[in-house]
């Protein structure tokens, strides 16, 4: 499995932003997508999931009023929909999958597939 985001940009705060992450190669063996986040000086940390094959997504505690997660089968993509924004959701976004059945995987060693980052930049 080979994984894409994009969509990463500068916002200002209270606007909106949506990365998309599009996966490609063996996807029927990926239970769970979720995207996490790596702020300067911070360690990586979990922003959602969604089981690939259905189910509702879940999220961090910080984000969930506020991000929303689309999964798109058919274009083998997942979504992060971002809505008013703070400058502390300034980071890098990742997108994992994780090909092992988990339940509800949210941390980083239980994802083996990682994309390449995408810089979002929340301006206040």
């Known amino acids: 499995v080979q994984l894409q985001a994009s969509g990463g940009g500068l916002v200002q705060a209270g606007g909106s932003l949506r990365l998309s992450c599009a996966a490609s190669?063996?996807?029927?063996?990926?239970?769970?997508m979720a995207w996490f986040r790596q702020a300067p000086g911070k360690e990586r940390q979990f922003v959602g999931g969604?089981?690939?094959?259905?189910?509702?997504?879940y999220y961090e505690e910080s984000v969930k009023d506020r991000f929303i997660i689309f999964r798109d089968n058919a274009k083998n993509t997942v979504a992060l929909q971002m809505d008013s924004m703070k400058p502390d959701d300034t980071a890098v976004y990742y997108c994992?999958?994780?090909?092992?059945?988990?339940?509800?995987?949210?941390?980083?060693?239980?994802?083996?597939?990682w994309g390449q980052g995408t810089l979002v930049t929340v301006s206040s």
């Open positions: 994992a999958a994780d090909t092992i059945y988990r339940i509800r995987p949210s941390r980083i060693d239980e994802y083996d597939t």
């Open positions: 969604v089981n690939w094959n259905g189910g509702y997504p």
């Open positions: 190669g063996r996807t029927v063996s990926i239970y769970h």
